[in-house]
């Protein structure tokens, strides 16, 4: 029995977990570090990007300002994009945000952009200066420079405006008119992107790096588009909450967009609970390891920043989950407990360093994640208790028997139940549902052990139990056999009877058990489901329990025959071990709820 106990544990343990990934997979979180399985059960911080993973990324332009002429800021938006427009499908392919621009041009009539005005140079965006530029030829031989991106750092860059009049001097009152407009979009949660352009004329310009293009620009207008928000993240975000577990918002859109979009999710209820990349760098680590708890979003933030978050949150003893797509994630998702990557948008360094793929890129999935963790760990820890209690009370047993002198259980009769009744159960408590509850507590600590929460003492006095239902059970079938004792421990007797009443009693007290363990502190009468393979392994074990008494087994197995009230007793014995632990469970929950 005793030696029985280690290799179990391990099977046991590792179908679990097997099952367990499998099962996420279906769920579409898709495990790569195995430990990951774990350590989402202890996820305390979830640090999220917006697009595409709290939004659907499907951008679509809904608002314009400030533009005298609209097909210009049109045109100019759909020049500086990679997205390419599909006369075939009606639409734009490319990034979601640039195929929203070339579909809002396109709306317009405007589909042959590129084939009338070729690329001939361009500055690609960068998350550092957050805008692109290119330079284009235009039909009437002009090179014309096209630059989109953030309307704060776009307008910063620009000395003109164009109105109805022409382009005039971009004055500080109409530069406060344009912040404004730009506020109001993102207050209503719309994504606002800036364009601005320059003629060169006749002459390209000598150098296409950003610093020689983007200076010296005509602002157009600005562009307002929203990506809805996914309709299961509210939800998500609320059991989030509800299990302990602080969201973070982190993108690179303006503040004021993010807090819209935030508050609509419940991540934040107020503005102040926000913070751009800008003011985290004038903010010193010590000042924001006392302030990181009071920010939900971070707006305008670089890839560095995303690192200092994770960072901080490890210093201060939290399990951080982070996602990411690009190349320039990869370090914060490493540094991170539980890196995740983007299956759909991902690149395959974001993939390759992170412990889980989201196949969805769905919030929803990391929550779906959490939960299936902390049920898998559950569930290990009551495969655990309940393979430790069985062969704890195998050990009581025998070691009682030798000490008085007599034989309780041969060693076939210990191979068979570590074989059948310690094995199938272990394994059914795998596919064990997720207790309704599990979404309501506080993660546990990452320091905590797989005995913590008392579980050491349940197998201890659980297993105290069934060693005592074994000897009684033992005793009474010496009493039925009418052996006296001293016979058996003279050896003028094996005393059958009472060996095989044990033998039944024990495999059938394991079975009734594996019932109790369903929920280590829960009455097993107030789940509200049912274990279908928990009960085809009580079946199936009660099915070769008897076959091994009952067939021409017995002979191999030292078994006597023994009569109906034998069995009646014998069984009534091992069904004793249920209100026995409901007894036990009901004294833990009023000690512990006297703790709390």
Known sequence: AVAAIPEGLVAVVTIVLSLGVTKMAKRQAIIRNLSAVETLGCTQVICSDKTGTL??????????????????????????????????????????????????AGKAGLTGLVEEHPRVGEAPFDSGRKMMSVVNLAPDGNYVQHTKGGPDVVLARCTMVRTAEGDVPLTDERRARIMEANKAMANDALRVMAAARVNYGKEAPESFSPEALEHDMTFLGLCGMIDPVRPEVGQAVAEAHAAGMNVVMITGDHIDTAVAIAKELGIVTDRSQAITGAELDRMSDEEFSRNIANYGVYARVQPEHKTRIVDT???????????????????????????????????????????????????????NACEEGRRIYDNIRKSIAFL???????VISVFVASLVGFTILEPTHLLWLNLITDCFPALAMAMEEAEPDIMEREPRSSTDGIFAGGMGLDCLVQGAMIG????????????????????????????????????????????FHSFNMR?????????????????????????????????????????????????GIAMALAFLIIPLVEAYKAIMRAVEKNKA
């Open 468 to 511: 005592a239902l074994t000897l009684v059970s033992y005793f009474v079938g010496l009493r039925f056999e009418g052996v006296p004792l001293a016979d058996v421990l003279s050896g003028a007797n094996k005393g059958l009877d009472g060996m095989t009443m044990a033998f039944l009693t024990l495999s059938m007290v394991e079975m």
């Open 313 to 367: 949150w490890k210093k201060l003893g939290k399990v951080v989950a982070m996602t990411g797509d690009g190349v320039n994630d990869a370090p914060s998702i490493k540094r991170a407990d539980i890196g995740i990557g983007m299956g759909i948008t991902g690149t395959d360094v974001t993939k390759n360093v992170a412990d889980m793929v989201l196949a969805d890129d769905n919030f929803a999935t990391i929550i």
């Open 388 to 394: 430790l209690s069985s062969n704890l009370a195998e």
């Open 55 to 104: 939004t659907q990324n499907k951008m679509t332009v809904v608002k314009h300002e400030l533009a005298a002429a609209e097909n210009k800021l049109l045109a100019g938006m759909a020049l500086c994009s990679d997205a390419k427009w599909d006369p075939e499908a009606g639409e734009a392919v490319g990034e979601p945000t640039e195929c929203a621009l070339v579909n809002d």
């Open 519 to 567: 929920s280590r502190r829960k009455s097993v009468f107030s789940l509200p489901t049912q274990n279908k393979w928990l009960w085809g392994s009580f079946a199936l074990s009660l099915v070769l329990t008897f076959a091994v008494i009952e067939t021409p087994l017995a002979r191999a197995f030292d078994f006597a025959e023994i009569s109906a009230a034998e069995y």
